[in-house]
């Protein structure tokens, strides 16, 4: 074996799963990270890992949890790669537990599985509410010893800057900035993975991702040609607590125990909730969707309280809050399955979610756009051909991207706990396509002339040096917060074009204020502010495109939400009999004429002016799209 | 401390930065990587310092052995020394000749005072020296009851150095010097103990000496493993607190003796 | 914990009822929010932050102060945040924004954890509520310097390394059959330690660990310790057991714990630190008694 050299960049699920195929294929890993890869945002992830064991008794089937997939994201992922995850699910959870993963057992020593939004299985692998932070330590511990096996050399505290592509257009290298030093270096490669997260910080400080989540890497591999898909995707969390520097995450599973969401009858009820007697609440969502209850899918759940706050004003107080409720379940129980969730909230807040309801709120969570990457179907399987080159590869030859940052498997809206299952078989694949790749190559990295390496550099030092000595006047924290509010406000829950086109005018206005910076510190040494400043200047170039590629799909699909396209499910009943009333069928007629209009993918490439966007159609081989989301 | 901060700063992050300098431009070493394709190689570099098993390496015996010595037999012999001692209210017939001569009286006596008291002290004593150099206590930024603690071990270890030092010097090396002291043992420890300050510093010697042998008992059950939860550790603790104020109550006794009991031949 | 330094408690506990939603217009009310919440250090509301900065790892330190106005629910990362906005001293004094590191804001990622008001605490969980009107930052003890407030944690990974910290897998794939099947009780305890976010801050309050030793010197710390606990309970781990603790067994391993126990009072996420290191204290009896009369 010819032990070539790789780059990967991102220390999270993806990141690090890559790196395991790829380093365990034989060749050397460079991991870049913006910290130790520890602390990368994978650890946030609370509430499980979705994969069909069925230990419960409940027939569940690997068929149930594809179905399951594709409708909850309103058919719009490409079905061979969704399949394939989901076959491969099992699997994964068998190799996380060998890893030393501590899932959370039955009385009889098996997985516990439990409840999750958009599904009637208990299919959700959990090690108590903390499952993130525990399948990373898995993986994390198998890089280490790779590490210490000389085969993994990372790169913690180093942030990607761009990419280094020779003559013929394909990938070579990265050009990256020790965050320490800031110094900016060029590193050859023969392939590149991204595995660089989500973007929920767009959206600031109303998200329940990290500060680190910004998206700013996939936004640069944008601008230098990678095309990117389904920006306008984007899922708000239903329950997330309030808070004015960020809004934690309180994990679905809290629903899926068996928490409650309500309000009461009377918004201005200033009672404690524990003196509301029952008759006084209003469960809205067990009284809206009497089939899935509190676990419908996410967005949803979402528009239901975006719209019992907003429309209703039937808020908590008439504000933007209403209550998750724990206190009626049994402590013990809550305890053992939620503890890290009850911890969160306990600091936090202040309250006891044992002793009181939550008061949460919807927030920006998870991005189901990301990188345009390819897949090959494999016409045996119906899945992905495995090993393909192809898989997880990118516009750009030689880069490939995996995790939250391409848009794979969540179509128009992500399951609960199918992000962990997507970061961690997307990592796998990605590596997997890697070693292939690597094995087609006759030229390696290290015969591309220095020029272009040179040139990268070049023009990332032009970069920081024009913010280290520019003469601006814009704070790029202070932009930062801009867009977080305009991103809220104009991009959130609820979008009309009308506001989509004013966002599109404020972004335009904000990347031209971006580029008049005042960093107010002038540091050599782990200058925090420099960094920032970068990531804030490509923060605001791919709002751009999610502002677009929201602008463009006239259509309610998923997490993308314009009332005035609405197709209102029929009021009526849905037993075989109502199913046949000509007001289903006329509305089954024009669900499929929607779909024939706007299922397809969207595909935005960077332009100097802006955005150009583009659609392709969705890969529906699997199983045809033959029934509306209902979730009543 | 500052300048050592910044040494070892610098020793942990060199070979990263390093090796990313060398990666940028010199396309000769990037093939000089090692082969990748054995699973097994040798780690470079930090495997030559990996540890190797206990019997090779005599950190882990030694720790253990200065564990087990403060225990048996130095604090057993604390604990019959105190006994012995607290035989002094019965008078000076009695304790010079059922206890001083009865222990005088011993055959190899020499052997076990030396071996089996005086160089598992000495080592105790010494090898403690050597761990209260490799600590920093900081009782009042922590001021839990166990930092306490660890605080007050290494201090009552420093104090009770001096004071066994005294007290060896004071009893039996002056006996081996002077036979009438030796023959009198209890008479020249009433004479001694009639000073106060000589008192006051064989109370605080004896105060020392149990607390360190009952909270040492403690945290060598912690360090071999006999109590390892939370509740064990505080439930023994408690035993050892109690041990410890018994020890104490017979030593202190034992030293109110030498001036309470009867001086003549006919107690 | 430790005495709150000032005398003034400050009525935070509950977020507060501002919450925006999307309905706040950006820029205007943004600005404007931002200035009339931050910029009013005459309110009772303010706070006094001394941090203690360096600006670079041979540099020396020194110490600065800031007055801003808190908000209900203000942590300590919040408030760092907020002052990036206006890095001006309390005399009026532009400075660079204190350099320091948070990620998740949930205590979960570990990354925070510093000096508050003296004792070693993750910033982003230590709220204001529960300080007083005059709050001290400082570095993280034991680990270097990088600046300000942040600090190089590399020795905390490395350690993990030297005690081999990981389950030996044959690779990351597949092997077709079902997992081992532990039991409930076994996973409650095992859980508790793989909830380890490493913090640094069980490292720093300890008494045995010497921030100044090279790393292949000095007492490991019970966070490298826990681990060990944990990965020799795994039904897999446990194969590796022995070189696990032959590591612990060398020079600046478990046998170097002092038993002060401030770890476990210390520790954010309740780790039974001191039971672990309990636990492999008697699992090292046993090994040590199997290496000297055993096969």
């Known amino acids: ?632 | 401390m500052l300048n050592n901060e910044i040494l070892s700063w610098r020793a942990a992050t060199r070979p990263r930065t390093g090796a990313a300098a060398i990666a940028v431009r010199s396309p000769v070493l990037l093939t000089s990587y090692p082969l990748l394709d054995t699973p097994h190689c040798k780690p470079s570099g930090r495997t030559s310092k990996l540890p190797m098993p206990s019997i090779n390496n005599p950190h882990f015996v030694l720790r253990r052995l200065h564990s087990l010595l403060g225990v048996v037999p130095v604090g057993a012999f604390l604990a019959f020394h105190l006994w012995e001692n607290s035989q002094s209210r019965f008078g000076a017939q009695h304790f010079n000749e059922a206890v001083v001569g009865a222990l005088a009286g011993l055959n190899y006596l020499p052997f076990i005072e030396i071996g089996l008291i005086a160089l598992p002290l000495l080592f105790h004593a010494v090898y403690g020296l050597v761990i209260i150099g490799g600590g920093r206590a900081e009782p009042l930024r922590y001021p839990y009851l166990r930092n306490r603690l660890y605080w007050l071990q290494r201090l009552s270890g420093i104090g009770l150095l001096v004071f066994i030092l005294v007290h060896v010097g004071m009893t039996r090396i002056a006996g081996l010097m002077d036979p009438a002291i030796h023959a009198d043992l209890f008479g020249h420890m009433r004479a001694a103990l009639s000073n106060p300050w000589v008192l006051g510093f064989y109370l605080l010697g004896l105060w020392l000496a149990v607390l360190h042998f009952a909270n040492g008992l403690a945290t060598a059950a912690i360090s071999w493993g006999l109590t390892t939860s939370a509740a064990a550790q505080r439930r023994f603790g408690r035993v050892c607190a109690g041990f410890g104020l018994l020890l104490g109550a017979i030593g202190t006794h034992g030293l109110a003796g030498y001036l309470i009991a009867p001086t003549g031949a006919g107690a | 914990m430790i005495g709150i330094a000032g005398s003034q408690q400050l009525d935070l506990r509950r977020v507060g009822t501002g919450y925006a939603g999307g309905t706040r217009d950006t820029r205007a009310s943004t600005r404007a929010g931002i200035e009339t919440q931050r910029q009013d250090p005459a309110d009772n509301q303010s706070v006094e932050l001394r941090v203690r900065r360096q600006d670079a790892p041979d540099a020396a330190p020194y110490w600065q102060t800031f007055r801003l106005r808190v908000r209900p629910g203000d942590n300590v990362v919040s408030v760092l945040r907020a002052l990036r906005l206006h890095p001006i001293t309390a005399d009026g004094e532009p400075v660079d924004p204190v350099a320091f590191e948070h990620n998740c804001m949930e205590e979960v990622c570990g990354a925070c954890a510093m000096l508050i008001d003296g004792a070693p605490r993750p910033a982003c969980s230590t709220l204001l509520a529960d300080l007083g009107t005059v709050i001290r930052l400082e570095p993280l003890p034991k680990f270097p310097v990088v600046r300000d407030l942040m600090v190089d944690r590399a020795r905390l990974f490395e350690r993990l390394s030297r005690v081999k910290a990981w389950v030996r897998l044959d690779g990351p794939w597949d092997t077709h059959e079902r997992a081992p099947r532990i039991a409930q009780r076994q996973w409650a305890t095992d859980y508790l330690y793989s909830r380890c976010m490493s913090c640094g801050i069980c490292l720093a309050a300890c008494p045995q660990v010497d921030g100044q030793a090279q790393d292949n010197n000095g007492f490991i710390g019970p966070a490298a310790l826990a681990q060990v606990r944990l990965l020799n309970a795994h039904p897999l781990g446990r194969y590796d057991k022995p070189e696990r603790l032959h590591a612990i067994m060398a020079q600046g391993g478990l046998t170097d714990c002092g038993n002060a126990q401030n770890c476990v009072r210390v520790c954010p996420k309740k780790i039974p630190l001191t039971t672990a290191i309990g636990e492999l204290g008697r699992q090292t009896t046993v090994q040590a008694l199997q290496d000297l009369f055993g096969a």
């Open chain 1, 1 to 632: 074996m010819t032990g070539r050299r790789v780059i990967v960049v991102g220390g999270g699920l993806g990141g690090l799963w890559a790196t395991l195929a790829i380093a365990g294929g034989g060749h050397r890993v460079l991991l870049f990270s913006l910290f130790e890869v520890m602390r990368s945002h994978s650890v946030c992830a609370q509430g499980g890992i979705n994969a069909v064991l069925d230990y419960q008794g409940q027939h569940d089937s690997v068929a149930q949890h594809i179905r399951d997939t594709l409708k909850g994201g309103s058919w719009l992922a490409n079905q061979p790669p969704v399949k394939s995850m989901c076959e491969a699910a099992p699997g994964l959870i068998r190799t996380f537990e060998r890893m030393g993963v501590t899932f959370s057992r039955t009385p009889e020593g098996l997985l516990d599985q439990r409840l999750f939004g958009g599904v009637k299985h208990k299919r959700t692998c959990f090690a108590g509410a903390s499952t993130g932070q525990q399948l990373m330590h898995g993986v994390d511990q198998q890089v280490r010893r790779l590490e210490a096996e000389g085969r993994v050399e990372k790169h913690e505290w180093w942030e990607y800057l761009g990419l280094v592509k020779d003559g013929a257009g394909v990938c070579r290298g990265v050009v990256a900035m020790d965050l320490r030093s800031l110094g900016v270096q060029a590193f050859p490669a023969d392939a590149v993975v991204l595995a660089t997260g989500g973007l929920g910080q767009l959206y600031a400080p109303q998200t329940t991702c990290s500060t680190n989540s910004t998206g700013a890497a996939a936004s640069r591999a944008y601008q230098q040609g990678a095309r990117f898909a389904n920006a306008e995707l984007f899922q708000f969390h239903p329950t997330a607590m309030l808070g004015e520097d960020k809004t934690r995450l309180m994990s679905e599973a809290a629903r899926g125990e068996g928490g409650r969401v309500w309000v009461p009858k009377d918004p201005a009820d200033r009672r404690e909730p524990n003196r509301i007697p029952e008759a006084e609440r209003w469960y809205f969502l067990e009284d809206w969707y009497p089939a899935y209850g509190n676990t419908v899918p996410r967005d949803i759940a979402s528009r239901a309280i975006w719209r019992v706050c907003r429309e209703l004003k039937q808020g908590i107080g008439g504000g933007d809050r209403v209550y998750l409720d724990l206190t009626h379940l049994d402590p013990g129980f809550v305890e053992s399955r939620l503890g890290a969730i009850l911890s969160i909230y306990r600091k936090f807040a202040g309250t006891d979610p044992l002793d009181a309801p939550m008061e949460i709120f919807p927030a920006a969570h998870y991005a189901m756009g990301g990188l345009w990457v390819d897949f090959e179907r494999d016409p045996a399987s119906g899945g992905v051909k495995p090993g393909s080159p192809r898989n997880h590869a990118t516009s750009i030859a030689g880069l490939y991207a995996c995790g939250e940052c391409d848009y794979g498997y969540h179509g128009a809206n992500r399951l609960g706990a199918n992000s962990l299952l997507s970061a961690s078989y997307s990592g796998r694949v990605a590596g997997e396509a890697v070693l292939s790749h690597l094995a087609g190559i006759e030229r390696g990295a290290d015969a591309v002339p220095a020029a272009p390496f040179d040139a990268e550099v070049a023009r990332q030092q032009a970069i920081n040096r024009e913010l280290m000595t520019g003469q601006g006047n814009e704070s790029p924290y202070r932009l930062h917060e801009e867009l977080g509010a305009l991103m809220t406000s104009r991009v959130g829950v609820v979008r009309d074009n009308a506001g989509l086109d004013r966002a599109l005018e404020e972004l335009a206005a904000l990347e031209r204020r971006a580029a008049h910076m005042a960093l107010a510190e002038a540091s050599p040494w782990a200058n925090q502010t420099l960094a920032y400043a970068r990531q804030v200047q490509d923060m605001i170039r791919l709002a751009r495109v999610m502002a677009a590629s929201a602008r463009v799909r006239d259509e309610c699909r998923g997490a993308h939400y314009k009332p005035e396209f609405d197709l209102p499910l029929p009021q009526s009943g849905r037993s075989a009999q109502d199913l046949g009333s000509p007001e289903w069928s006329q509305y089954r007629e024009r669900w499929a004429a929607n779909n024939a209009r706007w299922l397809k993918t969207t595909v935005a490439e960077y332009s100097a002016d802006g955005p150009r966007i583009d659609f392709e159609p969705v890969d529906l081989s699997v199983l045809a799209p033959d029934q509306p989301r209902d979730y009543r």
